[in-house]
């Protein structure tokens, strides 16, 4: 499959005329949908105005890349406008860039969606495939840029393919308070517990020190009430949560990943059980880690 196979110059803005993101973003949903690439014009245009994309990837001070996964769309639909000008994120105004390219995918389509979101930010990234973008006056010159057109898309991707392999794990001994110092130094969400031999007995998220460490986290969110513990609560029972040892806290039902399946079998796990990050495990020992954030990572890296 070629990018080119999502892109055509019906899907093509040129001159792009705006002056944010979103304003850009907007603008080429509107082309999609005349186009007849939007299957539910009303579905997207309101995930597009009431939320934000799940990623915003920045290519140097080349181009803007929003990416959306929704139903709106029955397959992966992309469409790229080409500005006279510089345009603006909202977030940041110091982040300019005049090539806006838009990417829609449902759910189902995450694995190929990844790759075409990590294939064109890798393009981009190379000066001289701007510089052709920025030279077409047309949409057909847009799309038969060579650089455009000569993305393949793989096939099938694997974990293994796209896993981080410098995994930041603890002991069962380990306390939370050296956990969470751990998540904060490496900015980390979550950690692996393991024994000696590097096999996985669970995993400490922050949703497991939150439990522990803030006791009474649960009641503010519920009656909006503030009761500091007292130091007697603090040092009653087991002493103070902080030196509780991560056996005591981790999750041990985790879902693992092998490196041998496929990100279309992660997308699915990610989609039915809203789980967004994997232990990978070969014969039980930990050999990898593998995020939402990780696959959008690993692929825009050159």
């Known amino acids: 499959m070629k990018l080119t196979d999502v892109l055509v110059p019906a899907h093509v803005v040129v001159p792009l005329t705006a002056d944010t993101v979103k304003q850009a973003t907007e603008q080429l949903v509107e082309k999609l949908i005349q186009a007849g690439a939007v299957k539910d014009p009303r579905r997207l245009l309101g995930v597009i105005r009431n939320a934000w994309p799940e990623d915003m990837v920045s290519v140097g001070e080349h181009a803007f890349l929003p990416h959306f996964r929704t139903e709106a769309v029955q397959g992966i639909v992309t469409a790229i406008g080409v500005a006279p000008k510089p345009i603006r994120w909202e977030k940041d105004p110091h982040r300019i860039a005049r090539i806006v390219i838009l990417i829609v995918a449902p759910p189902k389509e995450t694995p190929m969606y990844l790759q075409v979101v990590g294939a064109v930010a890798r393009t981009l990234s190379a000066p001289e495939a701007v510089l052709q973008i ?14 455009l057109e000569g993305i393949e898309l793989a096939g099938h991707l694997t974990v293994r393919d796209v896993m981080t392999t410098h995994v930041f794990s603890v002991k069962p001994e380990t306390t939370l308070s050296d956990v969470a110092r751990l998540m904060i130094e490496k900015d980390v969400r979550a950690v ?57 806290a981790m999750a041990r039902s985790v879902l693992c990943l092998s490196e041998e399946q496929t990100l279309s079998d992660v997308a699915n796990l990610m989609n039915s059980k809203d789980v967004d990050r994997f232990p990978v495990v070969r014969e039980g020992v930990v050999v990898g880690f593998l995020t939402r954030a990780d696959l959008v990572r690993r692929l825009i890296a050159p």
């Open 134 to 147: 920025l030279a077409a006056k047309t949409p057909e010159q847009v799309v038969g840029v060579g650089a």
């Open 192 to 248: 692996p517990v393991v024994d000696e031999a590097g096999g996985l007995l669970g995993v400490v998220s922050h949703k497991e020190l939150l439990k522990v460490l803030i006791p009474e986290y649960i009641h503010r969110a519920k009656t909006g009430e503030f009761r500091a513990p007292t130091k007697a609560q603090i040092h009653r029972g087991s002493g103070d949560p902080r030196e509780t040892p991560a056996r005591e």
